[in-house]
């Protein structure tokens, strides 16, 4: 069987990926997302700064909702933001990864990937009660939460590059 599946995608002018490739681009995901995260908390923290506003605490207040957790004061609260962006921020890249070993590369990835990030965070966040639907919100700050998500799916996205032409 598994030389008809190999055969068949060479047919259609398709190598099959193994397990150790996809686990390898994976793996160059999660890094790649750790680099897209600090792109994303400096785009952020900088636009915050610009606009006197403070930092989004609607990731924390979804993943506290799913997980079952209430930090107790508000230094509890900031440590469990920052676990959670990092750790979302992360594990996005697993995503990246994933689109390479499906094929999809360059740019073509990096929108995916955006739309992936941000459709499910339009989706989700609503879902949750922690944020506005798209249509309740203001323009504004609809297209600076989609510049802070392109600015990590394309950060990520320049990481993931630079790993596979490292391991090249």
Not at 14 to 29: E, H, N
Not at 49 to 62: F, V
Not at 104 to 128: C, D, E, R, T, Y
């Amino acid at each position: 069987m598994g030389q008809d599946v190999r055969r068949a995608a060479h047919t259609i002018g398709r190598s099959v990926v193994g397990l150790g490739d996809t686990a390898a681009a994976v793996g160059k995901g999660l890094f790649a997302g750790a680099v897209g995260t600090v792109a994303m908390t400096v785009s952020s923290t900088l636009e915050a700064k610009l606009r006197g506003r403070g930092s989004s605490s609607a990731p924390a207040d979804a993943a506290g909702k799913v997980l079952g957790v209430q930090p107790r004061d508000p230094d509890g609260q900031a440590r469990f933001s920052t676990v959670v962006h990092w750790g979302y921020g992360t594990s996005w890249g697993a995503v990246r990864g994933l689109l390479d070993a499906a094929g999809l590369n360059g740019g073509k990835a990096v929108a995916a990937h955006f739309a992936a990030i941000w459709g499910s965070a339009q989706v989700m966040l609503p879902a949750l009660d922690v944020a506005p639907p798209p249509w309740e919100s203001e323009p504004k700050e609809i297209v600076i939460d989609a510049f802070h998500h392109s600015v990590y799916a394309v950060a990520t996205g320049v990481a993931f590059a630079a790993l596979e032409r490292s391991s090249s």
